[in-house]
């Protein structure tokens, strides 16, 4: 087992390389000259070569790139060229909203996604089953930042139950201890300033949530049915097992196997999908950080995030299948 | 199974206290933690933009935000007033221009703090712009890898040679050539007056640690999620009225007004122009606008022997409905050209009549101009503009407008950054472009855009005539406000003459309020002095 998450830990290497270089690459070879960019509108050619000058884009690439890798394998990842701070303090700072915000959406997801689909296999052709694909159906196929512009309309400035955009109300101070608002602002001792937190958090993260749910719904159920018709449920049935004992003990368990996978991958998307929920919402967040620094050709950034959210999404892999052989004993890893 | 009857009854339990913190959240609201040490001071304002400005350090930001948000905190040598392009005195009292026109010596308020308590002296102001135009500073240097200082050159550092005290309060730039708009240039944020202690503490991260003379004194900036400032009780000029202003980002326009009409927002800009409707004139809300300093055109390139065609030119600028756009395409919040410069400009020249609405008369002229009917190409970059916020369809429009003439054309769009490259290079058409000015002087539109030695720079037309350079040096010359008036007015007609542009229009500034706010006035530069502003 422990050799088993070893090498997949070493394996993560290449493909980190792989990444490196691509979005090295790319922010280099797609048109658009980063100095033009920064320089602004306003900028004269002079100025754009002492920019160029500056940020050292006037060296030949492959120096350019060891030098990237040098300072990359040292931890240091650099200036923001937008706002000037350090890289590595503004990711801490970035990621743990966010981290915050998809891990609510995801405890949502599956709080109403598992149950109903589960609800949906077991009352086949009743209205819980078709409220439920019609449900899924519509949460996967409508716009992220559509829904976050309907729920600001209609529960917050319509109903006013909810903040209209924030992380917290204006002119809170919560002191950034883990940059995790919600244990921030716990760690104030002040109730209010926690719930004020929780408060901004509902309608973003049921935002985020739609497209998760659904597809959790939808692998609920279906791999439900697929095990509810196994032979090994007819044998627990005939010894004389009572239905819940049925469907909680065995059959959920077997079922949960595929959600599994499909929840892992969805953390990934929950990144992505934070880009659209934070920017609709005006939270902090990575997802609006990279998204501001593409806009500004801020490229240290950019490369810095994707790098970081690489590391992140291939940790997610390995746990994914960590979880399998959790679940499933008939799963070893060697 | 006994567990998990436990854990229901926990997650009741758990859920009744949401709801009851859930009632309690409201209470969170504005202005809660105010200290309220300012007797005089009261209230706190929250100014809504939609993204958060890139950098607080006065030289190196890059954004209008940021031109806003250090207004509250520092203060230039001299300012504008209030909704004017003209100076007056600011952390200077008095100046004298030598009669050479290349020294100015700025004698400074005595008495004034910075938020440090370092008081402001001659050696003070000499070390901020030591720092910012002088490329053998160590500070200078040490900024240079977040993105340096890029506007200072162009307004400051090209003409003034060296800034140096002359007295504790005296201070003297040194010019290479004569220069008339720097006293203007003085008054934009780039040249703000940072504290020398702070700089020499903090380096470049003064970015993080603002200090200056403002009304209002630095409390946080988490960024891109709210900067606020406080009142500055030693502030010189009178205490601010405000105890706080919180400048916020909210990256939905849409949300942004929401936020105004349910109060969780004093002041919105920018928005839609489409959502004006529904806050202007309301019991709650108004709308403040007036003609915005910038323009909105589209530029020949006279480099191509198809556009060395001022017949052409001339009849294309003729065959544009510039009011309909002004209506139409811009719902209102545009005002249509007549010239480059702005009718907010003291440039302004109001018996310019320039290329009213007239086909009839383009058509006419495209015949004396020998148009065959080749295909024109229409080059326009993407995405929205301060200028033209509706980016390629304007070209979409323009294109409609050819047609109804008789003239073929076809748009070709380009990424945005891809685009300013190859339009300096000169490969461009008729290019889409346009400007928002950063000081309220007229050489900032007529200079950078028709002076024959800023070809390739800002100027991309390509135009450069040796009446219009001539004019346009001799205003730079000129001290006297009303001598250069009339030589920028007589530039300006020669240029619209010769249209190198097609002259389109300029965007309403336009600022979505709650009535609660007072004294907020627009300044034509966008720089909001908040010093008389007040809630009630």
């Known amino acids: 087992m422990r050799g088993y998450v070893l090498r997949r830990i070493a394996y993560v290497v290449p493909v980190l390389l792989g990444v490196v270089t691509v979005v090295f690459l790319a922010l280099r070879l797609i048109p658009g000259d980063p100095a033009v960019a920064l320089a602004g509108e306003k900028a004269s050619a002079a100025q754009i070569e002492q920019m160029r000058e500056a940020l050292g884009l006037n060296r030949p690439l492959p120096v350019q ?17 937008r706002t000037g701070g350090d890289i590595r303090q503004e990711l801490v700072e970035n990621f743990a909203p966010t981290i915050e915000l998809s891990i609510a959406a995801l405890v949502i997801a599956l709080a109403v996604g598992l149950p109903a689909g589960v609800l949906a296999a077991l009352r086949r052709r009743t209205l819980i089953e078709y409220v439920t694909m019609i449900g899924s159906l519509v949460g996967i196929s409508m716009p992220v930042f559509w829904i976050g512009l309907m729920l600001i309309y209609w529960l917050g400035a319509r109903a006013e139950w909810f903040p209209l955009s924030g992380t917290v109300s204006a002119g809170l101070e919560i002191p950034a201890r883990t940059h995790f608002y919600t244990v921030d602002g716990l760690l104030t001792g002040n109730v ?28 609920a159920r279906s791999s439900m049915l697929e095990v509810l018709g196994s032979e090994y449920l007819v044998t627990a049935r005939a010894k004389g097992l009572r239905d819940r004992a049925v469907v909680l003990g065995h059959a959920l368990k077997n079922a949960l196997i595929p959600v599994v996978t499909v929840v892992g991958l969805q953390l990934g998307a929950l990144l992505s999908g934070a880009v659209l929920t934070e920017t609709v919402f005006g939270r902090v967040g990575v997802g609006r950080y990279v998204l501001n620094a593409i806009t500004a050709r801020d490229y240290p950034v950019v490369q810095a995030t994707v790098i970081v959210v690489a590391i992140f999404v291939a940790l997610i892999s390995i746990i994914v299948d960590l979880v399998y052989a959790m679940l499933d004993p008939r799963i070893r890893y060697r | 199974m006994k567990s998990s009857n436990m854990t229901r009854r926990d997650l009741l339990r758990a859920a009744g206290a949401a709801t009851i913190i859930a009632a309690c959240a409201p209470a969170a609201q504005p ?28 030289p190196a930001m890059t954004t209008q935000e940021g031109f806003i948000a250090t207004t509250a905190l520092y203060e230039g040598l001299v300012r504008y007033k209030p909704n004017s392009t003209d100076i007056e005195p600011a952390l200077a009292e008095r100046w004298d221009i030598s009669s050479d026109g290349l020294a100015y010596t700025f004698h400074l308020r005595s008495g004034v703090k910075f938020h440090d308590g370092s008081a402001l002296t001659g050696e003070a102001v000499a070390f901020t712009f030591d720092r910012s135009i002088n490329k053998d500073n160590a500070l200078f240097k040490e900024a240079q890898s977040a993105g340096g200082f890029p506007f200072i050159d162009d307004y400051i550092g090209n003409v003034v040679a060296k800034v140096e005290a002359v007295g504790p309060l005296d201070v003297r730039f040194t010019l290479r050539r004569k220069f008339s708009p720097l006293l203007s240039n003085l008054a934009i944020p780039p040249a703000y007056v940072i504290s020398m202690d702070a700089l020499k503490k903090f380096g470049s991260k003064i970015n993080e640690n603002p200090v200056g003379t403002g009304p209002f004194k630095f409390v946080e900036w988490k960024k891109d999620d709210h900067i606020t400032v406080e009142n500055f009780e030693g502030y010189w000029g009178g205490q601010a009225k405000l105890q706080r202003i919180i400048f916020q980002p909210v990256p939905e326009a849409s949300v942004r007004i929401l936020k105004i009409q349910r109060g969780e927002g004093d002041i919105a800009w920018p928005f839609d122009p489409k959502d004006a409707p529904s806050v202007k004139g309301k019991a709650e809300t108004d709308v403040l606008e007036q003609a915005g300093l910038n323009v909105n055109m589209a530029e020949f390139n006279l480099k191509k022997p198809q556009f060395q065609n001022k017949a052409l030119r001339q009849a294309l600028n003729y065959a544009i409905n510039k009011q309909e756009l002004a209506d139409k395409l811009y719902s209102g919040a545009g005002v249509a050209a007549v010239g480059a410069l702005p009718p907010t400009s003291w440039g302004f020249d109001s018996a310019l009549k320039g290329y009213p609405y007239d086909p009839e008369k383009a058509k006419a002229l495209l015949k004396t101009a020998g148009y065959t009917g080749d295909t024109i190409i229409l080059d326009s970059y993407t995405i929205p503009r301060g200028y033209n916020p509706q980016g390629a369809k304007l070209a979409e429009a323009i294109q409609q407008y050819f047609q109804a003439v008789g003239v073929k054309s076809e748009i070709k769009t380009t990424e945005w950054t891809e685009y300013r490259k190859i339009r300096r290079q000169g490969q461009l058409n008729i290019a889409f472009g346009g400007w928002q000015a950063d000081t309220g002087d007229p050489e900032n539109f007529l200079g950078v855009f028709f002076y024959s030695k800023n070809q390739g720079g800002v100027n991309t037309s390509f135009y450069g005539t040796p009446e219009v350079d001539k004019l346009l040096e001799q205003a730079n010359e000129e001290t006297d406000v009303a001598k250069r008036k009339s030589l920028f007015n007589q530039a300006e007609a020669k240029i619209v003459d010769d249209a190198p542009w097609l002259f389109i229009g300029h965007m309403k500034q336009q600022v979505a309020i709650r009535k609660r706010v007072k004294g907020f006035v627009l300044q034509p530069t966008y720089i909001y002095y908040f010093n008389s502003v007040s809630v009630s």
Do not use: E, Q
Request: zero cysteines; aromatic letters at 8%; proline letters at 3%.
């Open chain 1, 192 to 219: 209010a300033v926690f719930a004020d937190v929780v408060w901004h958090l509902v309608l973003p993260a049921i935002t985020l949530s739609t497209i998760t749910m659904a597809i959790v719904s939808r692998m």
């Open chain 2, 31 to 58: 202005g809660a933690t105010s200290t309220g040490k300012a007797a005089a001071a009261t209230g706190t304002l929250t100014f809504l933009w939609g993204g958060d400005t890139d950098k607080l350090d006065p």
């Open chain 1, 65 to 81: 790139y060891v030098d990237f890798v040098a300072h990359l394998v040292r931890g240091d990842l650099g200036r923001s060229i």
